[in-house]
């Protein structure tokens, strides 16, 4: 069984990490330059919270200042579902289900050991499924090339 643990394990070391006195406006160009959904907020390496963009979305309204004056850790999550390596893909994803969320913190008893999203269980998922059903006795009956 596929444990938090080993999807860590596949992901690149995360860089979007922002400090919360920083702007949401810069922390908006720095997702979008990376190319992220959300940004691991640590204050000398202490995980604070999460900023994603689905709370910038649902804050931003309620804001009377531009973003360019709002520190990130006014609008960051602070409430997030937390799980250790050891946990397994589908108590994550019963997780996210009971909590609606789409993020989950992982924590080694109290080090901060990274983010799993929703993504990156649906893609641990398709990998899996990929070498159930495509192994090499399917592959010599298809096409010869991959997807």
Not at 54 to 71: E, M, Y
Not at 106 to 113: E, L, P
Not at 123 to 138: K, N
Request: one cysteine or more; proline letters at 5%.
């Amino acid at each position: 069984m596929e444990t938090i643990a080993d999807v860590l394990d596949r992901k690149y070391p995360q860089f979007n990490k922002i400090d919360p006195e920083c702007k949401v406006s810069d922390a908006l160009y720095k997702m979008s330059c990376e190319n992220v959904d959300y940004l691991i907020v640590l204050e000398e390496e202490k995980f604070m919270g999460l900023l994603t963009g689905h709370d910038i979305a649902g804050k931003v309204l309620f804001a009377n200042k531009p973003l360019n004056r709002i520190p990130v850790k006014d609008f960051m999550n602070r409430t997030l579902p937390v799980a250790t390596p050891q946990d397994s893909l589908e108590h994550c994803m019963q997780m996210m289900e009971r909590f609606t969320s789409r993020h989950i913190v992982v924590f080694d008893s109290f080090n901060f050991k990274g983010v799993v999203s929703s993504h990156d269980i649906m893609q641990e998922a398709l990998t899996i499924r990929r070498a159930t059903f495509e192994g090499p006795a399917s592959q010599r009956h298809g096409y010869p090339w991959n997807y």
